[in-house]
DNA sequence: CCCAATTCCTACCATTTGGTAACTATCCCA
DNA sequence: TGGGATAGTTACCAAATGGTAGGAATTGGG
């Protein structure tokens, strides 16, 4: 049991879920990193993520480039043209999120039909 | 690209992440994972998660117990006990976990210090 | 008789999150 | 002249999230 309070108090955990815990975030890594090209426009994620708002999107995207995440390119064209695509470090979370998702694949029945309400 | 569409909307991330994207879900796992006998009780999580309020424990504890991930034993005794410990399906989810929090040790420090505000 | 210990629950409130709809800016094309 | 395309932003609003403080229930101990 030795010290499990300051690994609890410094797990990385904490720090991962509060920056891409969100509704949005893995999924956009998803389908970035899905892209034949590795790179995606702004509007194209935005037909694949039909479920997520304009506004939505470019905070996740934002956000995303914060936390190194995500590289942004403009093009300084006329109308204007921005590519997203993973960073190093946002390639490097890859396996991690497929382990999740794999986890989910397996699992998902063992937790489904369970209801989220909590009150 | 073929089909992304359909893998997106069906991406098991989404129920992951709705279910266990929360602030604690993924430390009281990690606890109960770490606990030398596998079973801890209410007022012993409460002592390493200071900073998680009795009420957001305990409806965490709920919701998992909900997802089945997390297994309740009540024994009617007074005052009453509680015991906590992890279903074969919240320990199957370890190793998903483990993933993610290799991730955040090796790549913190590429993330922090950025701002996480977005507005 | 009151307090302690245990595992919560409830009321109340502030903050955060996420949605809709409309607006901006630019230039090309009809 | 007036869309259309691109990549957003902004205002406004509703819902979810999370915190504090206190209550509830039980029974043994001082």
């Keep these: 049991m030795a010290d499990i309070q300051a690994e609890y ?15 949005w975030s893995l999924l956009v890594l998803f ?11 702004f509007n194209e994620i935005r037909r694949f993520m039909t479920d997520c708002s304009q506004k939505m999107l470019s905070q996740t995207l934002k956000n995303l480039e914060q936390n190194n995440l995500v590289h942004r390119e403009v093009y300084p064209e006329v109308p204007p043209r921005v590519e997203y695509s993973l960073t190093n470090t946002g390639k490097s979370l890859i396996p991690a999120l497929s382990a999740l998702i794999a986890w989910g694949q397996e699992h998902f029945d063992e937790v489904v039909n369970k209801t989220v309400i909590i009150d």
């Design 9 to 23: 108090l410094a797990c990385p955990i904490r720090q991962v879920v509060s920056r891409f815990g969100d509704k």
């Design 31 to 41: 389908l970035l990193n899905k892209s034949d090209t590795g790179v995606m426009r």
